[in-house]
């Protein structure tokens, strides 16, 4: 597996048929499973064995690099063996799953996988009806429907021709795309709220798409589907495209570059749109749009194609585009520290519930004489302590059920009781 600024840039490419594929996974599941397809070259004919560096992997998502994570994702790789994706089309029903083999020695770093022979047609050597994206765009992902919000609205983007596009499904269809079954969040509020909302919030503000409106249509008095609108984020690094020079017999639209078109849409000559990329390249062409795009919000600028043509003649927005660059990598440095702690904290409780169950369930195998005579000392040391009324009465009324070693508030006084009796 490359290394971890490697795999921020692999690109991920999947045909429009698999991305509208009906099923769900999980987000350990699906980052092992990214990490799978953004090891595909572009010029692969079959499905290689694909080994992948578990460290590179947490590290890339600012999991803790440790044995606990490598389980989890050999784990999800097993999960991925039996996860049915449904790609059926019209009264032809195609089942598979993601991968056919799995290799690993468990608490070690390294995963060996193969990809399901029966996605060759939707993963490789793909010349149209394909999506393709950076993984990066996904990467800092925590919500597992994220991504698939982000590659349905990426299969439309080319909708909007560089500006706002939209894609609208019922709620019975959307659900039955992620996986998520009839009896699950039946009323709408649960759904835009757990599923809908912090997927697409995650969208606007980690990736090159910019959420602009989300509808809720209604059939009567019940949300029966939902309207997205979205468009391209118009930053220098999310607004790449060939620099190559202009060739005179590139006159039909759609084979103008990129920075030639933009400029068309921006009020120039076609003539002086090709001179202007010939004479500046595409990249700071694009770039100095930008600038000048994000000037005009705050500034009102009598003849727009005059300014643009003196910030070309200057630095073409450079410095401008710098302080943005800064900006979006102090913005990812801050997710990624507030990732971490997240994790770490996530990790700590998951540590005192493997405590608390380990205490109960010895406190539990005990004889009943032994468990009488703990409950007694522990009864002396909350009257011993700074314990109030009502903690007592709590203890009394759960000592009286069997339970008074379950108390969350009485934890702390237990375990030490515990522990100084040997048992622990």
């Not at 698939?148 to 706002?164: H, P, S, T």
């Not at 995650?202 to 602009?212: G, R, V, W």
């Not at 933009?262 to 390249?281: H, I, N, P, Q, W």
Request: proline residues 2%; neutral net charge.
């Amino acid at each position: 597996m490359a290394s971890g600024d490697e795999r921020k840039f692999a690109i991920i490419k999947k045909d429009n048929d698999l991305i509208q594929a009906k099923y769900r996974v999980g987000l350990h599941e699906q980052r092992l499973l990214y990490a799978v397809l953004g090891a595909i070259r572009t010029d692969d004919e079959v499905f290689n064995k694909y080994t992948i560096d578990l460290k590179t992997l947490a590290q890339l998502h600012g999991l803790t690099t440790n044995n606990a994570v490598y389980t989890q994702l050999h784990q999800a790789a097993e999960e991925l063996l039996v996860t049915v994706v449904d790609i059926s089309s019209g009264n032809t029903v195609r089942k598979t799953t993601w991968l056919n083999y799995v290799e690993y020695v468990p608490n070690e770093a390294q995963l060996k996988v193969t990809i399901h022979d029966e996605l060759k047609p939707y993963l490789l050597q793909l010349k149209r009806n394909y999506t393709q994206y950076n993984l990066a765009a996904v990467a800092n992902f925590r919500n597992s429907y994220s991504i698939r919000f982000y590659e349905l609205l990426k299969m439309r983007q080319n909708m909007g021709k560089g500006g706002q596009f939209y894609i609208e499904y019922t709620l019975a269809e959307l659900k039955k795309l992620l996986g998520i079954q009839s009896h699950e969040y039946k009323q709408a509020t649960d759904l835009r709220a757990r599923v809908i909302k912090p997927a697409l919030e995650e969208i606007d503000t980690q990736t090159d798409l910019k959420i602009i409106q989300t509808d809720y249509i209604k059939k009567g008095r019940a949300i029966h589907a939902i309207n997205i609108v979205a468009e391209p984020k118009k930053q220098r690094m999310l607004a790449l495209e060939d620099p190559k020079d202009v060739t005179p017999q590139e006159s039909q639209s759609d084979q103008r570059p990129k920075a030639v078109q933009a400029l068309l849409d921006f009020g120039f000559s076609e003539s002086e749109a090709r001179a202007l990329v010939r004479t500046y390249k595409g990249e700071k062409v694009t770039q100095a749009l930008a600038y000048v795009a994000e000037k005009r919000k705050t500034q009102e600028l009598k003849d727009p194609c005059s300014y643009l043509r003196r910030v070309l003649k200057g630095d073409g927005g450079e410095k401008w585009a710098k302080e943005q660059q800064e900006a979006q990598e102090a913005r990812q440095k801050r997710l990624f520290e507030e990732r971490q702690q997240a994790n770490a904290e996530a990790e700590r409780v998951e540590r005192e519930r493997a405590e608390i169950k380990q205490v109960q369930a010895t406190f539990e195998a005990l004889e009943v004489d032994e468990q009488e005579a703990l409950l007694d000392a522990f009864l002396d040391e909350l009257e011993a302590s700074d314990a109030n009324a009502f903690m007592l009465e709590r203890f009394h009324k759960a000592r009286a059920k069997g339970e008074a070693h379950r108390v969350p508030m009485l934890y702390a006084h237990f375990k030490r009781v515990m522990r100084e009796h040997g048992f622990l």
